[in-house]
């Protein structure tokens, strides 16, 4: 006789979930590829972006709900003007600090600066740790 507005899955999560899957997050974009089988892949994630600056904090956890991914990111900008009237903002710092839990429970650490305002601006490190970074 009509026909239901609503159907429930009891297994969907709700799209507001903080911890709902989320295929836009490229956690193992910058993981060297000799490494990937080496990490514990993450099944969920939160993202939290800051209103007040360009960045942003992602947290991945694995099927047991522990943190196995994490990721900081954030951009410094500047003002900058061609003519003196029209200002824009430009990035000139960026630094990016990704971690990833080890089968064996140590974290591997990718911690990436750019720099625009120096000669030889862009670095790159890798380390490992004992502790998820902070």
Known sequence: MGAALYNFSPNAKPSHCPHAPDTAVAWSDDLPTPLKHLVVAPVSFHVHRDYEMLA???????????????????????????????????????????????????????????????????????????????
């Open 56 to 134: 942003k904090h992602i947290d991945g956890c694995d099927a047991a709900n522990r943190p196995c991914f994490c990721e900081f990111h954030f951009v410094m900008t500047q003002l900058r003007s061609d003519d003196d009237e029209v200002f824009f903002e430009t990035p000139i710092y960026s630094e990016t600090l990704t971690s990833w839990r080890l089968i064996d429970e140590r974290w591997l650490v990718c911690r990436t600066t750019v720099d625009r305002l120096a000669a030889d601006g862009s670095h790159t490190q890798l380390s490992i740790s004992n502790a998820m970074p902070r």
